[in-house]
């Protein structure tokens, strides 16, 4: 038939055509036809040998129309594109081969999926192109810098109301660390970093953004200026206590790493939570402090530049003392204080006239007089005086006027104003 005798050809091949042609009628050196088309002078006459026994088809290659070994048979394409809709619909080719080899055992590279999904007309997610920015090198040590932030998001689609992720990331290696909460606050801050502090203690600085959380907003006050001080924020005060830098970013491309990771989590721990049926904050908290923090860890963290880690290490305690919201107040002649209009009783005997009212991020108070704990109690009624009622009658007095009052004056001895004169003829 006149199908079997047509022979499909790139431009390329065209080209190659033509040039082999000239070898074969001896118009064309082999050796000028090698440099011409790039090859070497043996495959040539490879080239040459093959078209003269089998016609211009010789100059195609021999795989061309033939299924590849390593191709999927087509049962498994089916498979894979049934359960991409029914399971995992709206993810990307990558992660979606992730979990194809993870929980169905299905190897398949994630280039390979996204040419099924094209011919198939399955749309997916695609990466959006991104500005131009200059690139910042890593910090050589393991502690130098950790960038953290909080992400708000519908973390849960949902299955409950959106939260706050905290994030931390170590700038030399990369390494994670995150937690969910109900509020980006300053307890939940401190709360979140002490846990940090726990599992690879203090580090020498922290990159974060201007939030209220971590930076006072309140202008700084006439004494503040002559000072050349300002006012800090809880979380600040924490921070220097315990010898950490706070540098301030002024956009979120300057802490590029914790803005990216969170964009990492908003596809893949969604879609996580999403597959797991989670969808509250404590089950979340567990899945990432008992697998996904370290399945990430390991997959994304770099090696340092140098070994050295600038972590130091801290105990449990002198944490607790420090990372809480501390407020001075003043102690009133009757040993007691008043904390956000609450009346609280001292009673421990102490010379105090100023003590700490300490909120600690576990939910306990405390007072505390020169980091020694005062027993106190909470005075939830105050005894109201009762103050008898007096009437008091107003005796209304009879004014007069005195004699040389304007009153008292006689209209004889005011003087008349002389009349206007008039200007008119």
Same mark, same amino acid.
């Given at each position: 038939m006149a199908e079997k005798d047509m022979v499909i050809m790139s431009q390329g091949d065209l080209r190659r055509l033509h040039i082999i042609h000239q070898v074969i009628d001896k118009q064309l050196p082999r050796k000028e036809a090698a440099r011409i088309l790039g090859l070497c002078k043996k495959q040539i006459g490879r080239i040459v040998k093959r078209m003269k026994e089998e016609g211009d088809r010789g100059i195609c290659h021999r795989s061309r129309g033939r299924v590849s070994t390593q191709s999927k048979p087509p049962e498994v394409?089916?498979?894979?594109?049934?359960? %991409?809709?029914?399971? !995992?619909?709206?993810? *990307?080719?990558?992660? @979606?081969?992730?979990?194809?080899?993870?929980?169905? =055992?299905i190897q398949i590279s994630d280039e390979t999926l996204r040419l099924w999904l094209i011919a198939a007309r399955i749309s997916y997610p695609r990466r959006r192109k991104r500005p131009h920015r200059q690139w910042r090198e890593r910090k050589h040590y393991r502690g130098e810098i950790v960038q953290m932030d909080g992400s708000h998001h519908d973390w849960f689609e949902g299955r409950r109301p959106p939260c706050v992720l905290m994030g931390y990331v170590d700038d030399a290696t990369g390494?994670? %660390?995150?937690?969910? !909460?109900?509020?980006? *606050?300053?307890?939940? @801050?401190?709360?979140?970093?002490?846990?940090?502090? =726990?599992?690879?203690?203090?580090?020498?600085?922290?990159?974060?953004?201007?939030?209220?959380?971590y930076k006072a907003q309140s202008k700084?006050?006439?004494?503040?200026?002559?000072?050349?001080?300002?006012?800090?924020?809880?979380?600040?005060?924490?921070?220097?206590?315990?010898?950490?830098?706070?540098?301030?970013?002024?956009?979120?491309?300057?802490?590029?790493?914790?803005?990216?990771?969170?964009?990492?989590?908003?596809?893949?721990?969604?879609?996580?939570?999403?597959?797991?049926?989670?969808?509250?904050?404590?089950?979340?908290?567990?899945?990432?402090?008992?697998?996904?923090?370290?399945?990430?860890?390991?997959?994304?963290?770099?090696?340092?530049?140098?070994?050295?880690?600038?972590?130091?290490?801290?105990?449990?305690?002198?944490?607790?003392?420090?990372?809480?919201?501390?407020?001075?107040?003043?102690?009133?002649?009757?040993?007691?204080?008043?904390?956000?209009?609450?009346?609280?009783q001292i009673d421990d005997p102490t010379t105090a006239k100023k003590v700490f009212f300490e909120e600690r991020t576990d939910g306990r108070i405390y007072i505390t007089y020169k980091n020694r704990k005062l027993s106190f109690r909470k005075i939830t009624a105050r005894p109201v005086r009762e103050s008898?009622?007096?009437?008091?009658?107003?005796?209304?007095?009879?004014?007069?006027?005195?004699?040389?009052?304007?009153?008292?004056?006689?209209?004889?001895?005011?003087?008349?104003?002389?009349?206007?004169?008039?200007?008119?003829?």
């Open positions: 394409k089916e498979q894979v594109l049934r359960l %991409y809709q029914d399971k !995992y619909f709206g993810n *990307g080719p990558t992660f @979606a081969s992730e979990k194809l080899a993870k929980h169905h =055992r390494t994670v %660390y995150a937690r969910f !909460y109900e509020y980006e *606050g300053t307890l939940p @801050a401190m709360d979140s970093f002490q846990r940090y502090i =726990r599992r690879y203690g203090i580090p020498q600085a922290l990159y974060l953004d201007k939030h209220s959380t700084p006050t006439v004494e503040e200026d002559l000072r050349g001080t300002r006012q800090q924020s809880q979380f600040e005060r924490a921070c220097k206590e315990l010898g950490v830098t706070v540098i301030h970013a002024h956009s979120p491309q300057a802490k590029g790493r914790v803005e990216r990771l969170f964009r990492t989590l908003q596809d893949r721990l969604v879609k996580e939570l999403r597959l797991l049926g989670i969808s509250t904050i404590p089950e979340a908290n567990r899945f990432l402090d008992d697998s996904f923090l370290t399945d990430l860890n390991q997959r994304f963290q770099k090696k340092p530049a140098q070994r050295q880690n600038f972590h130091v290490r801290a105990s449990v305690g002198q944490l607790k003392r420090i990372l809480c919201i501390k407020t001075e107040h003043a102690v009133r002649n009757d040993h007691t204080i008043v904390h956000e209009s609450t009346l609280y008898p009622v007096v009437t008091v009658q107003r005796i209304k007095r009879q004014w007069t006027p005195t004699t040389d009052h304007p009153w008292k004056r006689s209209y004889k001895g005011i003087q008349k104003r002389p009349k206007r004169m008039s200007l008119a003829p």
